[in-house]
């Protein structure tokens, strides 16, 4: 990758954070202007990536086309020095780990994209789970790295290709480091806790830096690719599994941030299990599917946030609540997102479910029958969650509020135009993703006879 | 691609629909809002002219002797060997529903435009009825399992946005959430069987003719399309979301559950009827859903209080019969008997307010009920008896107590336990 770009797409938000905090005037501005900085880099990135090699600067690009999103849905109230500060450096670190190819550096990056979590002036929580899932997830890395450092190893990915570096102890504190920092099961608690308690927009943004998977493609793959055909299948389970047990468990949750987090959650494992299937069709389902759930589930949060704002952060999904009679475009964003999340034709997660659901089943028969129970489960939990926010009698209550500002209709319909454009005509999206797919695969070195 | 008129036709009549459904949201999102003449006006001209590009398509095939007319765009998208082919069709099984839509679509706008005058979801209404008539036609006119299935979903959707159509009242959005996830627990029988077929047979297209399929593979995946037609049939075990679904205004009920969306699910199985024909078990159990389904819905329908869930329960018993006509390998007289039965409900369903009307007006002429007709044949059954099946008819066959009881119930449990253990350590 272009090195001064990279520098350019990763130093510039940092930048911006440290001018918001110092000057905290104008902090939206400068936020708006440093992720747009960082978009055009990273687009320049990946129209000059080859298209086996464009994963990581189609990362970058995805992530910081939703900065830049989040910087103008922040509603006013939240829009301090702080959390713009906090935003702008987790776009930064989250780069820094995307961009790289040393260890070293990703292991910072994964760090520092932590870091803004465990100060109360920024995004901190109360909870002490997510503080322990980010901390451990960390540990798991930090000790992976430093046993390939002690048995002698190059810290470059592109050194160590195909070398099983540390062997099983290093595979399996890596995998450990997926588990948590992904939320699959047992280690999920931790991500509905820091949806419920700690800021909607930033934490949506940590979890959809989806660091899990890109270890999974980055790192595990190329790394162990012989342990990793061995094990992937166990691997690929507990991803349908926790997509399944997220997916009930979402049944009965009333908190609305809780709720989509755990709709999140379970979305994402399926971005695993695809990941995991060993088939191009998985994988390139997989791939597609990580950025229709990062798209939809930043709408979703950021509309969440919005409504929270205007009628009071009390909102559950254990009443109705006839919010639609007050914001009605925030109603059809959130109808649109909710769908797109869980595979309504028409949108992008349409294509990618299928090529999921034709990976998995392809290489687990039997266990790939879960993923489409899942995400059936979670369209029932997705559309109980909007039924019961904009549907029903209007409560008397609330006084007259805005919907949607324009500014804030922009950033949605961005959103909804990307989802659905690339729903329409999916093919380009897929071809790129197919490409790294195949590079997955070859890693994998698995042909699975049709 | 395309070389001919009649392709160009066939484009136009599954596409109009949705484009004049995606220019009028985007519009209304941009912030104008039509009036209610230009909507039923626009919708009128895209049928009709929908209606006459059908028919010069049938004029074309009568004439020249063509099977089909077939339009293909190539894959919408590939993975290597996976292809998602983008394939149109109109054969002598689709045209007849295709017109049917086409049809009844058009006329239920029009009767819409007046009996939802003034309504506040007046544009909506019209909004879903052109996405329900593009998924449908897409469905119908789909040339592989995979669009199909396109079709199918956003036919689901709109059924259920359509259902909670009268969204300040909690009941109607509750009964969509249910109809919702009765439609997506059936679907993953049709996504599996899509897998299951592309995988046996090497493609899920039936333009050049059926997925060759044989032996268990035939039965696996005919059971599996059986579950999703079941589903969207409303079919036993799943009809208990058939009265439910009455919620909505009395138009969408008509073109959902007296014609179109009931019978997508006939249509399913008569596009895989060959094959149907090739599995014993699955003849059988196409055969004994439908007679299942036929006696719990003249059953349920007896009991019914409503004139609109009587009609439903009519409506269920006759897709029921036809069911049983597929099973039997009877294609063309269930393709008939799907006709007749669409037309002769759309416009019981569309009577029925004024019906209840007329009906008191008869009675007060003739001063008092009209005499009863017929034999009552349930007395030759002993008291006890009549009072069970009265009693299983009003609660509509258990279904719904058995689908809450041994499903529904246990998965909350489940779910409730799963959160007591996500709770050990947490803060709220």
Redesign the interface.
């Known amino acids: 990758m272009n090195v001064s770009l990279t520098a350019v797409a990763i130093g510039v938000p940092w930048l911006a954070a440290i001018l918001a905090v110092v000057t905290r005037r104008q902090v939206r501005a400068i936020a708006f202007a440093a992720a747009l900085v960082s978009v055009a880099a990273s687009t320049l990135l990946v129209q000059a990536a080859p298209a086996r090699e464009s994963l990581n600067p189609a990362l970058m690009l995805l992530f910081s086309c939703l900065t830049l999103g989040s910087t103008l849905l922040l509603a006013r109230r939240d829009c301090t020095p702080g959390t713009i500060g906090g935003i702008q450096f987790l776009l930064g670190s989250t780069l820094l780990a995307y961009s790289t190819d040393d260890l070293r550096i990703l292991l910072a990056g994964w760090i520092l994209s932590t870091v803004p979590f465990f100060f109360e002036q920024w995004f901190g929580v109360r909870s002490w789970r997510p503080r322990f899932g980010l901390l451990a997830s960390s540990a798991a890395l930090a000790a992976a790295i430093a046993l390939i450092a002690v048995s002698g190893q190059a810290m470059s990915i592109a050194a160590l290709k195909e070398r099983s570096p540390g062997g099983m102890a290093v595979f399996g504190l890596l995998v450990a480091a997926v588990i948590l920092r992904k939320g699959i099961c047992p280690a999920h608690a931790w991500v509905a806790d820091a949806a419920g308690s700690g800021p909607a927009i930033p934490t949506a943004l940590l979890f959809n830096g989806h660091f899990g998977a890109m270890l999974v493609a980055k790192l595990i793959v190329p790394l162990f690719p012989n342990t990793a055909r061995d094990l992937f299948p166990l691997l690929s389970y507990l991803a349908m599994a926790t997509a399944l047990y997220i997916a009930i468990r979402a049944l009965t949750e009333n908190s609305p941030r809780r709720l989509l987090s755990f709709i999140a959650l379970s979305q994402s494992a399926c971005i695993l299990a695809g990941l995991e299937s060993r088939t191009v069709e998985g994988i390139t389902g997989a791939l597609v599917h990580w950025f229709v759930v990062t798209a939809s589930t930043m709408g979703l949060f950021g509309i969440l946030r919005l409504l929270e704002v205007r009628f009071g952060e009390n909102l559950t999904a254990s009443k109705h609540l006839g919010l639609g009679e007050h914001a009605p475009r925030l109603a059809v964003f959130f109808a649109v997102f909710a769908l797109a999340l869980v595979g309504l034709p028409g949108t992008l997660s349409f294509c990618s479910q299928d090529l999921l659901i034709h990976g998995t089943l392809e290489s687990h028969p039997l266990t790939g029958l879960l993923l489409p129970i899942a995400t059936a489960m979670n369209a029932v939990s997705v559309l109980r969650l909007f039924a019961r926010l904009f549907l029903g009698k209007r409560r008397t209550g609330f006084t007259v509020m805005a919907d949607a500002l324009p500014r804030e209709r922009w950033v949605l319909t961005a959103g909804v135009l990307f989802v659905v454009v690339f729903g329409l005509y999916p093919s380009w999206i897929v071809t790129l993703r197919s490409a790294q797919a195949e590079t997955v695969e070859e890693a994998l070195q698995v042909q699975v006879p049709r | 691609m395309i070389e001919d008129y009649s392709q160009i036709l066939l484009v136009f009549a599954v596409l109009a629909p949705g484009v004049l459904f995606v220019v009028l949201g985007v519009l209304w ?1 941009l912030g104008w809002s039509p009036v209610e003449r230009v909507i039923s006006r626009l919708t009128g001209l895209t049928f009709t002219a929908s209606i006459f590009a059908l028919a010069a398509i049938v004029w074309k095939l009568a004439v020249t002797g063509t099977p089909a007319v077939i339009v293909t765009f190539g ?8 292809h ?1 082919p983008l394939v149109l069709m109109a054969d002598r099984l689709s045209l007849p529903f295709l017109g049917m839509t086409v049809v009844l679509a058009g006329l239920i706008g029009r009767f819409s435009a007046t009996y939802l005058h003034r309504e506040r979801g007046f544009l909506r209404f019209f909004l879903l009825l052109h996405l329900f008539a593009f ?1 449908s036609l897409l469905a119908f006119a789909a040339g592989s399992f ?1 669009l199909l ?3 199918w ?2 036919v689901g ?1 709109t059924s ?1 946005l359509l259902i ?1 159509f009268f ?4 009941a109607p ?2 009964n ?2 249910r109809v ?2 009765v439609y ?2 059936c ?2 029988g049709l ?2 069987a899509v ?1 299951a077929i ?2 046996w047979a090497g493609t899920a297209s039936f333009a050049g003719g059926l997925p060759v399929l044989s032996g268990s593979h035939a039965t696996i995946v005919c059971l599996l399309l059986l579950l999703a037609a079941s589903g969207k049939a409303a079919q036993v075990p799943f009809s208990g979301w058939l009265p439910r679904a009455m919620e909505g205004p009395t138009p969408s009920s008509a073109i959902f559950y007296g014609a179109i969306s009931i019978h997508a699910g006939a249509y399913l199985l008569l596009r895989v009827q060959p094959i149907i024909g090739q599995s014993l078990l699955a003849s059988a159990a196409v055969v004994t859903i439908g007679v299942l389904t036929a006696v719990h819905g003249t059953m349920s329908g007896r009991t019914s209080a409503d004139a609109k869930t009587f009609l439903a329960y009519a409506s269920l018993t006759q897709v029921g019969v036809v069911f049983v006509e597929i099973g039997m390998g009877w294609k063309w007289v269930a393709v008939v008997h799907i006709l007749g039965h669409a037309t002769v409900r759309t416009l019981q369903f569309l009577r029925a307010p004024s019906m209840l009307h007329d009906y008191h007006k008869m009675h007060s002429r003739v001063g008092g009920e009209l005499a009863p007709t017929g034999k009552h044949l349930d007395t030759l059954l002993s008291d006890r008896t009549q009072m069970w099946l009265y009693r299983w008819s009003l609660d509509r066959g258990h279904l719904d107590t058995i689908l809450d009881r041994w499903v529904i119930y246990p ?2 449990v ?3 336990l ?2 007591r253990l ?1 709770d050990v ?4």
């Open positions: 999102l894959n919408w998208f590939t993975v290597r060997d996976y998602f998924g995979d299935a396109g079709g979903e956003m959707i259920v909670a969204q300040q009242r909690t959005v509750e969509a959430l919702f996830a997506r627990a679907d993953i996504l599996v897998f592309y995988n998965l909350m489940v779910s409730r799963f959160a996500d350590g947490g803060v709220r």
